[in-house]
T-cell receptor, first 115, second 113 residues
Framework: AQSVTQLDSQVPVFEEAPVELRCNYS??????LFWYVQYPNQGLQLLLK??????LVESINGFEAEFNKSQTSFHLRKPSVHISDTAEYFC?????????????FGSGTRLSIRP | NAGVTQTPKFQVLKTGQSMTLQCAQD?????MYWYRQDPGMGLRLIYY???????DKGEVPNGYNVSRLNKREFSLRLESAAPSQTSVYFC????????????FGQGTRLTVV
């Protein structure tokens, strides 16, 4: 079975400051890893994912995450945040084969941006 | 571009009442999911359907039943609602399992009194 731990329930940062949202996972098999974002009163949207290949993956709005197998981590980073990044961010994991259907989510990290 | 549509958006039930949450997707996806979201607990998988005609239990299936009516529709039924089922429910779909992007509906906010 897989599990996900997001170590911070809330992360407040100032606008234009860097941010890191931490995610650790547990699994006895290879995994796919995801970050989803939820803006207020909306459903979740995929931000980025790691399936295989390069361990550094990027999103179109400046976020990046690095898969670290030895530390079983998939931390999300952005060098300079904007007010529009205010949202809740969820790390998720699934078994690492294409037919797998179970996606397990972490408890979420609420990112609040101060002007 | 409807994507994943959930109905209703809001619902208040009395303890013991039953109801069905409806979900439909127009993206020709094979896999569909039902999650509940509770503060501090993230999203927990209730049931999922890897393909039309199949359903499987997730992390928290007790008190719920599902029906994959056809490829488009995946409904969630509460037979006898309990206050512990007060939550926000999300339906999602993906093309072929977890490796492909999951698309979420807007959610149903359910309160059981």
């Amino acid at each position: 079975a897989q599990s996900v731990t997001q170590l911070d329930s809330q992360v407040p940062v100032f606008e234009e400051a860097p941010v890191e949202l931490r995610c650790n996972y547990s699994s006895s098999v290879s995994v796919y890893l995801f970050w989803y974002v939820q803006y207020p009163n909306q459903g979740l949207q995929l931000l980025l994912k790691y399936l295989s290949g390069s361990t550094l993956v990027e999103s179109i709005n400046g976020f990046e995450a690095e898969f670290n197998k030895s530390q079983t981590s998939f931390h999300l980073r952005k060098p300079s945040v904007h007010i529009s990044d205010t949202a809740e961010y969820f790390c998720a994991v699934s078994p690492g084969y294409s037919s797998a259907s179970k996606i397990i989510f972490g408890s979420g990290t609420r990112l609040s941006i101060r002007p | 571009n409807a994507g994943v549509t959930q109905t209703p958006k809001f619902q208040v039930l009395k303890t013991g009442q039953s109801m069905t949450l409806q979900c439909a997707q127009d993206m020709n996806h094979n896999s569909m999911y039902w999650y509940r979201q509770d503060p501090g607990m993230g999203l927990r998988l209730i049931y999922y359907s890897a393909s039309e005609g199949t359903t499987d239990k997730g992390e928290v299936p007790n008190g719920y039943n599902v029906s994959r009516l056809n490829k488009r529709e995946f409904s969630l039924r509460l037979e006898s609602a309990a206050p512990s089922q007060t939550s926000v429910y999300f339906c999602a779909s993906s093309r072929e399992g977890a490796a492909t992007e999951a698309f979420f509906g807007q959610g149903t906010r359910l309160t059981v009194v």
